[in-house]
């Protein structure tokens, strides 16, 4: 995924950061890699913070996509925008015309990507893995838990949730979770075995 991640911020960098004369070429390397390093650390935080549901809206395309208003894109952009200044001592006009440029760009072709069962790629399981920190998310079918999830034609925590019951046993709380399903995932994150 990481790979595949890194190719899209080059590719999306053309006009924003390569050929612009405010980024000196000999920081061209610099700066794709704090905006890959801003992704990848922005996509973290989502899943790890609880956000899953959200996380997999966006990269289903829900939720207003990849938009400057969608709130994970922003907190990228922000956090893009001011290790850019830090690290490059550019103007924060630069940065953000970087960061508001590529990040949506490089997240649209990402998710377009891991939807397309065409492009092996990159899967929404392996963002959801990277996301998560954890190997396990990688073998989870995210795109048939979402289409069963989405009773109400949206995704969110509670239908997350509710299909992590089913794969938990039927909701059964009494320790019957499987070993590498959504059940161990959420365990995982939310401090369980």
């Known amino acids: 995924m990481l790979e595949t991640l890194l190719n899209l911020v080059r590719e999306s960098s ?3 950061i ?3 004369p405010a980024i000196p070429n000999q920081h061209n ?3 794709i890699e704090t905006v890959l390093s801003g992704i990848t650390n922005g996509l973290q935080q989502q899943a790890q913070g609880g ?16 938009s400057a208003s969608n709130p994970m894109v922003n907190g990228m952009v922000s956090n893009i925008v001011g290790n850019l200044m830090g690290k490059l001592g550019v103007s924060e006009t630069v940065a953000q015309g970087i960061a ?21 790629s990159v899967d929404v399981g392996s963002i959801m893995g990277a996301a998560t920190g ?5 073998n989870i079918d995210w795109m048939g838990m979402a289409s069963t999830a989405m009773a109400d034609g949206k995704l969110d925590m509670s239908d997350v949730m509710r299909v992590a019951g089913g794969l938990m046993g039927g909701g059964n709380t009494g320790g019957g979770q499987q070993a590498g ?10 401090g369980g075995k």
């Open 18 to 20: 390569v050929n612009n």
């Open 100 to 120: 508001a440029t590529v990040v949506p760009m490089v997240l649209s072709k990402l998710f377009t990507k891991a939807t397309d069962p065409n492009d092996s």
């Open 181 to 190: 399903g959504l059940g161990g995932l959420l365990g995982g994150l939310f």
């Open 14 to 16: 053309g006009d924003a």
């Open 134 to 138: 954890n190997q396990n998310a990688g």
């Open 29 to 31: 390397e610099a700066a």
């Open 51 to 66: 956000n899953i549901g959200g996380l997999l809206s966006t990269i289903l395309g829900q939720g207003g996509g990849v």
